[in-house]
């Protein structure tokens, strides 16, 4: 079963800019869709942002315009460039990856918190 790790989580003030990575244990050319998702605490897990295998991208309306979502087949990794950060988008965010022939696979988790 692939596995995947996050990092890139941090503090950072409103308006600033981090970069999220999630790095994949095989060939993310294997995986039909990989996303990121975010939960933030009273909150439902939500999809922020996602690619699939042609390359087809997502954005939730939310994070629209200030992410972006990237990935690098040769270091098997998906980045998530967060922009212009919001208090709002304090979150635990998560990496998923999904086979056709496997259970989903998701990370730990890493922290961003939005805060002056």
């Known amino acids: 079963q692939i596995h995947v790790v996050e990092s890139g989580g941090g503090l950072v003030q409103p308006g600033g800019s981090l970069r999220l990575s999630c790095a994949a244990s095989e060939s993310i050319l294997t995986t039909y869709f990989m996303g990121w998702y975010r939960e933030a605490p009273g909150n439902q897990r939500e999809l922020v942002a996602s690619?699939?295998?042609?390359?087809?991208?997502y954005y939730a309306d939310s994070v629209k315009d200030r992410f972006t979502i990237s990935r690098d087949i040769t270091e098997n990794t998906v980045d998530l460039q967060m922009n212009n950060l919001k208090s709002e988008d304090t979150a635990v965010y998560y990496c998923?990856?999904?086979?056709?022939?496997?259970?989903?696979?998701w990370g730990q988790g890493t922290q961003v918190t939005v805060s002056s």
């Open positions: 998923v990856a999904k086979r056709w022939d496997s259970p989903d696979s």
């Open positions: 690619i699939t295998s042609n390359e087809y991208t």
